[in-house]
């Protein structure tokens, strides 16, 4: 059975935008991650940390090597602001 080489144009152009697109998606998604791969099936206890993370760093996925926790980390919880 011969090859239709007509139909192999638009077969690439199809191939390439979807990696093209799946490429740049990915690409997206770790530039937002500061470069890590993106997070799944998060826990209370993964929002919790993210929380405590953006607090302390000022982005989600920030982490700091200081021993000690700045001034302002005691006092800038959403507790505070939060109404009974």
């Known amino acids: 059975m011969p090859v239709p ?3 192999l144009i ?3 152009l199809v191939t390439t935008m979807f990696a093209a697109a799946g490429t740049l998606l990915n690409v997206s998604k ?3 991650n500061q ?5 799944y099936h ?3 206890w993964d929002e919790m940390m ?3 993370d953006k ?10 090597i200081n021993t000690i926790a ?4 005691a006092t800038n919880s959403k507790w505070y602001t939060e109404r009974a």
């Open 42 to 44: 998060l826990d209370a």
């Open 70 to 73: 700045p001034e302002s980390f």
């Open 55 to 64: 607090r302390l760093t000022g982005h989600e996925r920030g982490q700091s």
């Open 35 to 39: 470069g890590k791969p993106v997070r």
């Open 50 to 52: 993210m929380d405590r």
């Open 5 to 7: 080489w007509e139909a």
């Open 10 to 12: 638009p077969f690439g």
């Open 30 to 32: 770790r530039a937002q």
